[in-house]
Each structure stands twice: as structure tokens, then as C-alpha cells.
């Protein structure tokens, strides 16, 4: 009995050190992102009537060399104005293609906004070179080793054959170099977040060259990013045969340098794959030939001037040569949207890209995150409320395990029959260890007791909850989804806090305050199961015990509300089976006597209070006269 409760107290003390690094090292780092977002938005719209620039041409050096950082406009609105641009305008996208360098720097998601307010900005993946945070994709063509041939630059502006990309109609991109070399590219949009872009060279008569298409995804500036563990923010690829490789911003920085002003890694002779950045919810990769050798490259540069750092995922295919009757010709795609795990299932599927679905991080359990996943949402379907698709899973999971879980807390039970012959040993063998184990195994064995059965409800319990806990956090299908009442996001905390009555108090707690209704509720549903067993004879332990579902109710209060409502039911499901299996075994619930016991613990120190000391009998008093 000794090892189950040292065994139970590992497991909560482990779980304890995996969600306390999140809520004094993630929670922390995510709050001071928010507060700089804010910042920066303050200071852009102040200087929102400030001039417009002038947009300084960039040189066509090679992909793998810093470049230095245009002229940075005070907003986004004024980087986009004064540029000639084609539209994009399709039902799920919004923005432009800059014929200057034939850019796509403007993406903005109609169907995502900042805030669950419907009225508020749509959320923007891709920005120019020169605004504040700079995030955009650019695909072009390199001379050969030692070739002088003239190629589009940054600064060469196209020209389109038409001012709006839409789903149905494409865009056609033209620039004559003027030496017998016509450069095309066909851009297209699908319904819902990949271009495909298919560039051409056409050479006249008597023109030859060697030409080597790249293309790449680049962000100037270090991005606001969320801080967790759990979740990658950064660099990225499937690269063939080398598989998955991620790159965070600040380890890329790390890296040993590959000169005074970048660092990065190669990977040469990657066959099939894709390469990008990705944030919490959006992401953009390029995405190459499935059959075509490519290099890639993650870098991070620093102009000399001391500008923003400037991270590069870049793609480099095989040299190709073009010639009178033969172009040369490269078709490369580029997905910038939203990372819906439906959407991006159907592009792997489809398009046969390889291992797009990773484009997601479902974390190292993807095979029990992805399956919770798809029941969640499939439920999510019929129901139409994803807080009840997540109360429906719990009910399903109980019910998977309901055998070895029945098993379980039979064995429980049957621990409890035997107390007393326990004891009993115990007190015969009180000072040989080995023959009182001996004689205990043999108890079991008679009882048919399984001693450590009672620990795997616990056991089963942990993966799964990381899983859901992974499937609210990084998919975007939990954004913003309602439950009822005050839960208007079940991928953020419960907005509520008991410090300021809930609301009543017009006060702000700071947010090591916000412990909400549902972190309360899961506290006293923790706190329940807790009292289902008897007290440990312990007082380490039983100290740890009674204090844990505060501990928990703390830690938790910061966790997505989704995640404390299933916690809670799951609670409170646990609870009722136990009771049920108990009842039936016919040993007694500890729970009602447990809880008088506190009750009167906290009654006794009143009454102690109350009790006025007897007064000491006078001596004189009982004197005759």
C-alpha cells in the first residue's frame, strides 16, 4: 500500500513539473508577447499620418547572402500604398501581388479575425519587405555559375495581363529583359490558401543561358511567438529521405556561423518535401517539385547597419538551360493561410505533397493527438458546439476503458477489504521486512489482488490528457470556439477570476490572480476524488494530498478552458464509477466520513474558541463564617 501511494505521488508531482513550466515559463513569455503586440500596434497607428516612403531597390545578390532591409514604413497600410499591385481577392483571401519584384507580400484570411468579435481586423499572414514586420515570399531565377545574363531583380517591375487574381481567373506575369530573354510566370489561386506559380523562360534565336530557379519565404524581424514548449514557432521542412527538420528563431541564432552576418543550415540533394514558417495557427511554405532534387537552406541574417534580423527558408532547384524552341520552366507552390488539419490533409492527399500534414505539430503522440482529433471534430459536426463534443469524448474514452478501469478500482476495493489482515501482518512482522513482504504477496495472491492495478486509471488517464490538452492548443479549429456562457473561447483561460467576485468588482486582477469558475469547479470535483480514499497515515503525504487539488486548481486556471472542462467531467465521472464499483464489492465509501472529519476539523478550533476557560472555586467561599 506504501509503494501505491509513493507511486501516485510521483505521478501527480511529474504532472505537477510538466504544467508548472508552462504556467511560470510559457504563461509569462506569452503575456509579455501580447503586451508588445499591443506596443507596436499603439505605435503604428500614431504614426499612421506620417509620409510615405520611398522604396529602395533591392540587389539581386545570391539567395544565400544578407541583404539589407528596405526603408520601414510606419504602417502596413502605408508599405502597401503607392506600389502598382494585382488584387487577390478570392472567398476566403484578400490582398496584392507586387509587380515590383513580383513579390506575394499581402495575405489576409477573411474567415479569421484578432478577437472572437466578428468586427474585428482580419488576421495578416504576409506583409511587404519595408513594413514594420515584413513577411513574404519571393521566386525568381539565379545566372549560372559564371554566366552574365540579366534576370528579373527585386526592384523589376512586371507586367500583368490582368489587376485581379481570382479562383477562376489566373494572372500572367511578363518581363522582357531586352536581350533576347522573355521570363513568364502564371500565378493561380485555389479555394482556399495555395498558389501555384509556374514560371517560364523563353529565349530568341541564337540566345542560350543557364538558369537556376529558388524562391523563398522570408521574415524581417523576429515575430511575436507564444513561448511554450509544446509547440513549434519558427522554421521548418520535410526535407525526403532527411525527414522533418525545425529551426526555433533564437536557436537559429545560436547556430555556428557561416559568416559575420548569417547563420543557418543546409540540406543539400532533398528530394520531395516543402519548406516554410509557421506560427501557432498561420504558416507559409514553398512548396517544390515532389520529383525534383532541390537544396534548402534555414538562415538568419543581420544587415551591417544593424537593422531587424532577417529569417530566410529558401529553396534552390537543379540549373536548367534555355534556348531558342526550349524554355526552361519550374513550378513551385506556395501555401500562406491558416493550418486547418482538414485543409492541409487534402493538400498532402491530393497534390501528393509529402508529409504536409507535419505542417501541423501534433506533437510526439501524434497517433493518439490525431485520432482525438478527428473524433472530437467529427462529434463537433453532429453536435455543433465543440464544449460538448469535448464532454461526449470523455464519455466515449470512459467507456474504451471502462473494463480495465472496472478492474481497477475493483482492485481497490478489495485493497481496502483486506486493511486489516494487512495491519495485522505488519504488527506480527514488525521488524523483518522480507517476511512480511512475503507474507503480503501471498494475501494478495489468495485475494486475488493485483496490488499495482489501481494505479492504471491514473496511468491512462495522463496521455490522454495531454493529448486533448495538445489538441486544443495547436489546432485552430479550438480557436475561438464557444461553449455557453462565459466561455467564449475553449482554447483560452477562463476569463473569470474569484478575486474580483467573478466580474461584480470593476477590477482587473493581474494574471497570476485569474482563477476562474471552471478551474474552481475542477478543483472541487479533484478534491472530491481525492476524499474517495481514505486519508494516507502519512503526514508528508496526507498534507500533499489535501492540498493538491489546490495546487491543481492554480495551475490549471491558465490552461485553455476546454481543457479544465474535461478535466472536471472526467472528474466527476470517475468519481461516480468508483462510487458504483465500490458499492457493489460492498466495501465502505470513504467519502462522507472523510468529509465530516474535515468539517469537524475546521468546527473543533471554532468551538475551542468559544469556550470560555472554568472559573477556579473560591477558597473563601466555602469557609465557614
Same mark, same amino acid.
Given at each position: 500500500? @506504501? ?18 513550466? &508552462? ?11 501580447? @503586451? %508588445? ?57 484578400? +490582398? /496584392? ?24 481586423? &482580419? ?39 490582368? $489587376? ?12 522582357? &529583359? ?42 524581417? #524581424? ?18 525526403? %529521405? @532527411? ?7 533564437? +536557436? ?19 528530394? *520531395? ?27 538568419? /541574417? ?9 529569417? @530566410? ?38 497534390? +501528393? ?31 455543433? &458546439? ?35 489482515? !494487512? ?17 503480503? !504477496?501471498?494475501? =494478495? ?83 472530491? $476524488? ?23 486548481? =492554480? ?6 478552458? *476546454?481543457?479544465?472542462? =474535461? ?8 468519481? /461516480?464509477? $468508483? ?6 464489492? #460492498? ?39
Amino acid at each position: 500500500m @506504501q509503494d501505491n501511494k509513493n507511486f501516485f505521488l510521483a505521478i501527480a508531482l511529474s504532472l505537477a513539473v510538466l504544467i508548472g513550466w &508552462n504556467v511560470f515559463f510559457g504563461v509569462p513569455t506569452m503575456d509579455k508577447a501580447r @503586451q %508588445d503586440a499591443a506596443q507596436n500596434a499603439k505605435v503604428a497607428a500614431e504614426n499612421k499620418a506620417g509620409p510615405i516612403p520611398g522604396v529602395s531597390p533591392q540587389t539581386n545578390t545570391p539567395p544565400s547572402e544578407s541583404q539589407a532591409n528596405p526603408s520601414i514604413a510606419p504602417t502596413r497600410e502605408l508599405a502597401l500604398f503607392g506600389s502598382r499591385r494585382v488584387t487577390i481577392d478570392t472567398p476566403r483571401v484578400q +490582398g /496584392s501581388i507586387n509587380l515590383r519584384g513580383a513579390e506575394i507580400d499581402d495575405i489576409a484570411l477573411k474567415d479569421y479575425h484578432e478577437t472572437v468579435d466578428k468586427k474585428s481586423p &482580419n488576421i495578416v499572414v504576409f506583409s511587404p519587405a519595408n513594413a514594420p514586420e515584413g513577411y513574404f515570399a519571393r521566386l525568381g531565377w539565379l545566372p549560372g555559375a559564371g554566366a552574365s545574363v540579366d534576370v528579373p531583380l527585386p526592384s523589376t517591375v512586371w507586367t500583368a495581363d490582368s $489587376q485581379t487574381l481570382t479562383e477562376a481567373k489566373p494572372v500572367t506575369l511578363t518581363w522582357d &529583359n531586352g536581350k533576347g530573354l522573355t521570363f513568364k510566370r502564371v500565378v493561380s489561386i485555389d479555394a482556399n490558401y495555395m498558389l501555384t506559380l509556374a514560371d517560364s523562360v523563353e529565349a530568341k534565336d541564337g540566345v542560350t543561358a543557364s538558369l537556376t530557379p529558388y524562391g523563398f519565404v522570408r521574415r524581417i #524581424g523576429k515575430p511575436v511567438t507564444q513561448g511554450y514548449y509544446i509547440l513549434h514557432e519558427g522554421l521548418l521542412g520535410i526535407l525526403g %529521405d @532527411q525527414g522533418l527538420k525545425e529551426e526555433k528563431y533564437d +536557436g537559429l541564432e545560436k547556430d555556428s556561423a557561416l559568416s559575420a552576418t548569417e547563420k543557418g543550415k543546409s540540406f543539400p540533394q532533398a528530394t *520531395g518535401g516543402w519548406v516554410g514558417m509557421t506560427d501557432k495557427y498561420w504558416a507559409a511554405a514553398l512548396i517544390p517539385d515532389q520529383k525534383t532534387p532541390y537544396t534548402a537552406n534555414f538562415t538568419v /541574417s543581420t544587415p551591417p547597419a544593424g537593422g531587424k534580423p532577417a529569417y @530566410q527558408t529558401l529553396v534552390t532547384l537543379q540549373p536548367l538551360t534555355v534556348q531558342a524552341g526550349t524554355p526552361a520552366a519550374s513550378t513551385t507552390r506556395l501555401f500562406v493561410g491558416a493550418k486547418e488539419v482538414n485543409t492541409i490533409d487534402a493538400y498532402q492527399n491530393t497534390l +501528393g505533397i509529402e508529409r504536409f500534414k507535419l505542417l501541423i505539430d501534433w506533437g510526439w503522440f501524434w497517433f493518439i493527438t490525431q485520432p482525438m482529433f478527428k473524433l472530437l471534430d467529427g462529434i463537433y459536426k453532429l453536435v455543433g &458546439n465543440f464544449g460538448i463534443a469535448i464532454l461526449i469524448v470523455t464519455v466515449i474514452v470512459k467507456a474504451i476503458f471502462f473494463p480495465l478501469a472496472n478492474k481497477s478500482y475493483s482492485s481497490m476495493a478489495k485493497m481496502k477489504a483486506v486493511q486489516p489482515q !494487512m495491519q495485522a501482518l505488519r504488527e506480527q512482522y514488525p521488524d523483518d521486512k522480507v517476511k512480511q513482504q512475503q507474507e503480503l !504477496m501471498e494475501l =494478495y495472491k489468495r485475494e486475488k489482488i493485483n496490488p499495482v492495478a489501481g494505479c492504471l486509471p491514473v496511468v491512462i488517464q495522463i496521455p490522454v490528457f495531454f493529448a486533448l490538452y495538445k489538441v486544443l492548443f495547436v489546432t485552430i479549429e479550438m480557436r475561438h470556439a464557444p461553449f455557453f456562457g462565459w466561455i467564449k473561447d475553449l482554447a483560452a483561460p477562463d476569463p473569470t477570476s474569484v478575486f474580483n467576485l467573478f466580474g461584480l468588482i470593476p477590477w482587473e486582477p493581474p494574471h497570476v490572480l485569474m482563477i476562474g469558475i471552471w478551474p474552481l469547479i475542477m478543483g472541487v470535483t479533484m478534491f472530491v $476524488q481525492m476524499k474517495m480514499n481514505p486519508e494516507p497515515a502519512d503526514p508528508v503525504q496526507k498534507t500533499m494530498f489535501t492540498w493538491m487539488p489546490v495546487f491543481f486548481t =492554480y495551475l490549471l486556471a491558465s490552461f485553455p478552458a *476546454g481543457l479544465v472542462i =474535461y478535466w472536471s467531467w472526467n472528474n466527476l465521472l470517475s468519481v /461516480s464509477q $468508483q462510487y458504483l464499483i465500490m458499492k457493489r464489492q #460492498g466495501v465502505k465509501v470513504e467519502l462522507w466520513d472523510n468529509l465530516r472529519g474535515v468539517f469537524r476539523k475546521r468546527a473543533a478550533p471554532a468551538a475551542a474558541a468559544d469556550a470560555k476557560p472554568a472559573s477556579k472555586p473560591d477558597a473563601k467561599a466555602g469557609k465557614p463564617a
